[in-house]
């Protein structure tokens, strides 16, 4: 991953988004340790503090846990809270504004749909 240090979105939230995808993608999986402070400083060249920020994030969403002195571990459910976080905030989000550009180019809730199903159904292709 490649942090964008340059946008509108802080360094901590884009870490914390990180380590939230790869617990989505199996990368990470329930009680398995996720990586220190000091450790994503290393990976991503930014400040100890800042990585501390994106961790410390996550355990107050209670995605990942402390054990003292061990380091921080992926919760239980923690693939849940990330799928139900990210249905009603990102893709909620990306609707919207899917839906306010479709009504600026005067495309109706029909075409929108099917403009949707032809998407998913190329990205099923991809996928084969």
Do not use: H
């Amino acid at each position: 991953m490649i942090l964008n240090i340059d946008g509108t979105k802080p360094i901590y939230v884009q870490i914390a988004e990180w380590i939230e995808t790869e617990i989505l993608l199996g990368q990470l999986e329930k009680d398995q340790k996720v990586f220190s402070q000091y450790q994503l400083a290393e990976m991503f060249n930014i400040n100890p503090a800042t990585a501390a920020k994106g961790l410390s994030l996550l355990v107050d969403e209670e995605i990942l846990y402390k054990k003292r002195g061990l380091g921080m571990f992926v919760s239980s459910p923690a693939k849940e809270i990330i799928l139900k976080k990210r249905k009603s905030q990102t893709l909620t989000k990306l609707i919207l504004e899917l839906v306010l550009e479709a009504n600026r180019l005067n495309i109706g809730e029909q075409e929108l749909i099917q403009m949707v199903q032809t998407a998913n159904l190329e990205l099923e292709r991809e996928s084969k």
